[in-house]
């Protein structure tokens, strides 16, 4: 939730720049009784401020991704990410927005630019052998599964002994899970390696069963709350991988652009070769400098490129798939 909220701070602090340093003048942008506050102050003000160049360096980087992929995010994409948004807060969503400063729709457009900045690193992508390899080593296909969720480990073993006794696992799921998506179907779900329906700590699990088995209890964390959850798996349908790759080509070269996009070496190449086919020229003689560290090869400062990407990822809430 901190993440949230900061991530639309600095979402904030970018689009108040751009609005004020073009052509900033004499002209009051702030008046209160006595006096005013001009626009060219105002641009001077933010350009002292701790972490400008940041914000400059973020939003040359995610106009120029906005400008080239922003046609290939549809309104369907911006909803889901923003509806995954939605849920994953609960309650407190409509307050953290008003917090930041936002409004439904000005929120919609960060996460357009957030899914261009991720459509223009996947643009960048060039994918080896080797890639898919790695990403086969911890490839699981889809599973049919059933899954019972409650907050209390001593619920869940009582809920384990009843299994074990014989229990409809459906007929109990729907009675007693505490997960939204899956009790009214009697816990049925599918999922695969990749899944981020399922905590990491159930796919482990689930992927270890024979048709028919039920796991033991699960310990996993909730990524969203970070609370401690308890789960029960039944595998309805398992499936091995084998040892064909070539049946799995296209997730896997999913799963490989999906890895190569988080690597922060991989974010930076990407983001300087965007900048070169622009040819950003910075008129601005405060600014002049501030994508040198991005330009060369050689750099390896910690640029403005984490903190967007951070943004970029975030706006589908952990929750992306």
Request: glycine share 4%.
């Amino acid at each position: 939730m901190k993440k949230f909220i900061s991530i639309l701070a600095v979402s904030s602090g970018l689009v108040l720049f751009s609005a004020c340093s073009t052509n900033p003048s004499d002209q009051a942008a702030v008046t209160y009784k006595g006096g005013t506050i001009s626009e060219q102050e105002l641009v001077d003000h933010l350009k002292k401020i701790k972490g400008a160049e940041t914000a400059v360096q973020d939003l040359i980087i995610f106009q120029i991704f906005e400008e080239n992929y922003g046609d290939k995010i549809t309104a369907e994409d911006v909803d889901k990410e923003y509806n995954a948004s939605k849920e994953a807060l609960g309650d407190s969503f409509d307050s953290q927005l008003k917090l930041a400063g936002y409004t439904t729709e000005s929120y919609k457009e960060e996460i357009k630019r957030g899914l261009a900045y991720k459509a223009g690193l996947r643009a960048n992508v060039e994918l080896t052998d080797e890639d898919l390899k790695t990403a086969w080593e911890n490839f699981h296909p889809e599973v049919e599964a059933q899954l019972i969720k409650v907050s209390s480990e001593d619920e869940a073993k009582e809920i384990k002994k009843s299994l074990d006794e014989g229990g409809d696992f459906a007929k109990i799921a729907k009675e007693k899970s505490t997960d939204e998506a899956t009790k009214e179907k009697g816990g049925e779900i599918t999922f695969d390696s990749q899944s981020t329906s399922v905590p990491a700590e159930v796919k482990q699990a689930a992927f270890k069963l024979k048709n028919e088995e039920v796991s033991d209890v699960i310990t996993a964390t909730n990524s969203s709350t970070n609370a401690t959850e308890y789960y029960l798996v039944k595998m309805v349908k398992q499936q091995e991988k084998g040892n064909d790759m070539s049946k799995y080509k296209d997730e896997l070269e999913k799963i490989a652009t999906e890895t190569k996009i988080a690597d922060p070496t991989f974010q930076q190449e990407a983001v300087r070769n965007e900048l070169k086919k622009a040819n950003v020229k910075i008129k601005d003689e405060d600014f002049k400098n501030v994508l040198s560290g991005l330009m060369t090869e050689s750099s390896t400062s910690e640029s403005s490129t984490d903190a967007s990407t951070e943004a970029s990822t975030s706006t589908s809430t952990d929750s992306s798939n």
